[in-house]
């Protein structure tokens, strides 16, 4: 099957614009989770969900980062009046249950950009 | 809060050779999993292998093994016969709870 799909790849955003990253999971899994990743550094945890609870949202930034997956299914990751701090690859990854420390599928990536 | 230390920014070694990387963590919980994950150039972060800190005996996958020290905190992953795939980076991550904190990775680069 497909594997965890990201779109857009790519993001370049004017500071201050709102912006809106979707994370498809694989099919079937119950844990999704979203990472920030700065150049040369490792992924930084910002949020979690099981289905459609977000059980953590612990590492997100600040009240400008939202995340949400409201089915349970597909994900979206909104940043408000994007900073230039906020330039990172964002990953999201799924697995069967992240309560019991399943592999983590990842994406791709979205990299954004912020001028 | 957890902290994961990878120590080596950067490692290099000849093809069919063995490489052992570094991790450090800190934690002050019993429970929880460790694991190392590879990220090509440009491509998707995959998992290596995985441990739960309960269990003493050293996780195994293939080529890859891991040194697990629980009471000093280190766990370290050994590559051996290395090959050309190999090359990526490499990130420690410890796991509790749903939440993984990373390492800063090391650059892995193998030489023919």
């Known amino acids: 099957g497909a594997g965890v799909s990201q779109s857009p790849r790519y993001k370049v955003a004017k500071r201050g614009q709102d912006v809106a990253l979707r994370c498809d999971p694989i099919?079937?899994?119950?844990?999704l989770f979203w990472y920030q990743q700065a150049l040369g550094q490792g992924p930084e945890f910002l949020t979690y969900f099981q289905n459609e609870a977000q059980l953590d949202k612990s590492g997100l930034p600040s009240d400008r980062f939202f995340a949400e997956r409201p089915e349970g299914s597909v994900s979206t990751l909104k940043i408000q009046r994007t900073q230039q701090e906020d330039s990172a690859v964002y990953l999201c990854?799924?697995?069967?249950?992240?309560?019991?420390?399943?592999?983590?599928?990842f994406g791709p990536g979205t990299r954004l950009t912020v001028t | 809060a957890q902290t994961v230390t990878q120590s080596q920014p950067e490692m290099s070694v000849q093809e069919a050779e063995t490489v052992t990387l570094s991790c450090t963590y800190d934690?002050?919980?019993?429970?929880?999993?460790l694991f190392w994950y590879k990220q090509p150039p440009s491509r998707q972060m995959i998992l290596v292998i995985r441990?739960?800190?309960?269990?003493?005996q050293n996780a195994t996958e293939n080529r890859f093994s891991v040194n697990f020290q629980k009471a000093a905190k280190s766990f370290s992953l050994k590559i051996s016969d290395s090959q050309l795939g190999d090359a990526a980076m490499y990130f420690c991550?410890?796991?509790?709870?749903?939440?993984?904190?990373f390492g800063d990775g090391t650059t892995l680069t193998v030489k023919p």
């Open positions: 990854a799924s697995s069967l249950d992240g309560g019991r420390a399943n592999e983590q599928y």
């Open positions: 934690t002050s919980e019993s429970d929880y999993y």
């Open positions: 099919s079937g899994h119950v844990s």
């Open positions: 441990q739960e800190a309960y269990k003493q």
């Open positions: 991550a410890y796991w509790r709870a749903g939440k993984s904190t």
